[in-house]
């Protein structure tokens, strides 16, 4: 590898991270998608990964926040974080760490969705249980936004 060559890694890989944090998988992918080839930029890869500009960690606490930003439960963002290949050990930690509630953010999204009256009907129940299932809410979370009413 030349030089210009590894001017021109650096140069990519650097914009990039400069955007927003990116997991170290989805930095490979982009990269192969610009037609560099993998022995050139791995090594480069690796340097800015071992100096700290480029963390895993990082990306999950990113992914932590935004994914609680936008309504989605834990569940939702680990899905999110394997589809970069995060380790799971670095999204759970990223989760505590942020000491989001994640029970009054289930109710949040249940009360913006479909408010917070007493259920009576059994389909309307299963209908904001699965909408909260597919928001990345675990049981416990959604038997809480489930209990709580208007008085």
């Avoid at 834990?74 to 989001?100: F, S, T, Y």
Wanted: hydrophobic share 35%; proline share 1%; net charge neutral.
């Amino acid at each position: 590898m030349t030089d210009s060559d590894r001017k021109i890694i650096m140069d990519s890989i650097t914009r990039m991270l400069s955007r927003r944090e990116h997991a170290y998988a989805e930095l490979i992918r982009k990269l192969q998608q610009k037609g560099f080839q993998t022995n050139a930029f791995v090594p480069v890869l690796e340097e800015y990964r071992d100096a700290g500009i480029q963390s895993d960690a990082r990306f999950a606490e990113m992914k932590v926040r935004a994914g609680a930003a936008k309504g989605h439960g834990p569940g939702r963002v680990k899905m999110d974080c394997q589809q970069w290949q995060v380790d799971e050990h670095l999204v759970d930690q990223a989760i505590q760490e942020n000491e989001i509630d994640w029970f009054e953010l289930a109710l949040q999204v249940r009360a913006k969705k479909y408010g917070i009256e007493r259920i009576s009907d059994r389909e309307l129940r299963y209908k904001q249980m699965r909408f909260l299932q597919y928001r990345g809410f675990y049981q416990d979370h959604i038997e809480y936004a489930l209990s709580v009413t208007e008085e």
